[in-house]
């Protein structure tokens, strides 16, 4: 498997809207706040005209998308690129982008919902490593999560090791645009087999359950081959 370069400081994150773009004044404080946090950890932020758009659920055209995404792949400045948010169209897009592009240019490239269709298609098909994780406009809460700067790491290749957090959040309604995660709800693992220990291992391949489901059947489907190419190391 392909693993991108990893951030160092002073390094270009690239952001762009492959699904639905920021127009709503409090997510875009928040984008703003994401921007001035990563600037003051000493990376330069590369936005994507797209990224402050929306047009019934999308933030451009199938093929604005494809392009815009594939100029931050093609610039050697970017080294990662990390979605702005999620949406419902992101799959329109596949259909217009020049897998050749990210194929030639391997970055990391991170998201979360929607943008599963990305990575997920990505991985399987390029044998690229992906990062389903937060979306960029995440990032501009105040202060970070733990999770946050731990996903930070992952990317600059500094953390191996991850452990569950003891709160979750199951709602929470942006007033300011720079809250936290409301963390009020008790994390808790289930065990439908009453085992007293599971150890698991093997390669982890997944995102968002429903977006996959869109896409086995069709020409973006490689997951059989995946899985059948990862077979030894086991699948999670």
Request: glycine content about 6%.
């Amino acid at each position: 498997m392909i693993y991108p370069e990893f951030l160092k400081e002073h390094d270009t994150i690239g952001v762009t809207a492959p699904s639905d773009g920021i127009t709503d004044e409090v997510k875009l404080k928040r984008l703003d706040n994401a921007i001035k946090n990563f600037e003051d950890r000493s990376f330069i932020i590369k936005e994507t005209p797209n990224v402050r758009c929306s047009v019934k659920g999308r933030s451009s055209s199938s093929k604005e998308r494809a392009e815009e995404l594939e100029r931050l792949y093609k610039d050697d400045n970017v080294k990662t690129i990390i979605t702005s948010g999620g949406g419902d169209f992101l799959l329109e897009m596949l259909s217009e982008l020049d897998f050749n592009v990210i194929k030639d240019n391997p970055k990391w490239l991170q998201g979360y919902s929607d943008p599963t269709g990305l990575l997920f298609t990505i991985t399987t098909n390029l044998d690229i490593a992906t990062v389903y994780s937060d979306n960029f406009k995440t990032f501009g809460m105040e202060p970070w999560h733990k999770s946050l700067e731990n996903n930070l790491e992952i990317l600059k290749g500094n953390i191996i090791e991850q452990t569950s957090f003891s709160k979750y959040e199951e709602d929470k309604k942006l007033i300011t645009g720079l809250e936290p995660f409301n963390l009020t709800k008790k994390v808790y693992w289930k065990n439908l087999n009453n085992e007293e220990v599971i150890n698991i291992k093997g390669r982890i391949i997944g995102g968002c359950l429903d977006l996959i489901t869109e896409l086995f059947g069709t020409r973006f489907d490689n997951t059989k081959a995946f899985l059948e190419k990862y077979k030894d190391d086991g699948i999670i």
